[in-house]
């Protein structure tokens, strides 16, 4: 089944305290995207990957960080988060062109 | 500021009505996405229309675009209680890069 997986769904933490959400697609698309929602803003774009080894930043991406080491992976990094990183996360991966995403079921993250 | 700004932000009526959401952008797009979001779960893709095209159609579903306004709608028809869910209209532009709007919620009255 063609899916985007992301893990974990749900964290509580505590600020300071480094933590990773892992994101991985199946469907061997190019392009991967890291987004957070928040009420009333919509989908913001924290990073994306257009390939392996190829990351850039969307709009919102600092307090972020990103890997693609390989084409099906692409983890969120939180080196050190604090409260106002307090949201719902979403991955999502497409193929180029005119081509819709695919998303996961999200991370819902607290720091405390 | 937002690319895509959907418009009402929410939408309320009965089972059977149809609903009319719309999404206005700034920039010159490729393509424009009509994304379903039910409640905090992932986005699920609804239709995609081209810049060159001008309407589209899937099942209950019918999606207009006016490049020359810069804006689109999405018209479901005969509307069910299961259609209750968050809308988001999504542009993507030559830079290929893709950006949502805030989202419409619509509940749809048993």
């Known amino acids: 089944e063609a899916q985007v997986t992301q893990n974990p769904r749900y964290l509580i933490t505590v600020t300071g305290k480094k933590l990773t959400v892992t994101c991985s697609q199946n469907m061997n698309h190019e392009y991967m995207s890291w987004y957070r929602q928040d009420p009333g803003l919509g989908l913001r774009q924290i990073y994306y990957s257009m390939n392996v080894e190829v990351t850039d930043k969307g709009d919102v991406p600092e307090g972020y960080k990103v890997s693609r080491k390989e084409k099906r992976n692409f983890p969120l990094i939180l080196e050190s988060p604090s409260p106002n990183q307090t949201s719902l996360y979403f991955c999502?991966?497409?193929?180029?062109?005119?081509?819709?995403?695919?998303f996961g079921d999200g991370t819902r993250l607290s720091i405390l | 500021s937002q690319q895509g700004e959907e418009d009402p932000q929410a939408l309320s009526i009965q089972e059977g009505e149809n609903a009319t959401m719309n999404c206005s952008y700034k920039t010159s797009i490729n393509n424009l996405q009509w994304y379903r979001q039910n409640s905090g779960r992932g986005l699920v893709h609804l239709i995609l229309?081209?810049?060159?095209?001008r309407e589209k159609h899937s099942g209950r579903l019918r999606v207009t675009l006016d490049t020359s306004k810069k804006s689109s709608s999405l018209l479901i028809t005969a509307s069910r209680a299961a259609d209750t869910a968050s809308y988001f209209c999504a542009t993507k532009t030559s830079y290929d890069k893709v950006i949502f709007g805030p989202g419409t919620s619509l509940s749809v009255i048993p």
């Open positions: 229309i081209r810049s060159n095209e």
């Open positions: 999502a991966s497409r193929n180029t062109g005119n081509q819709p995403q695919h």
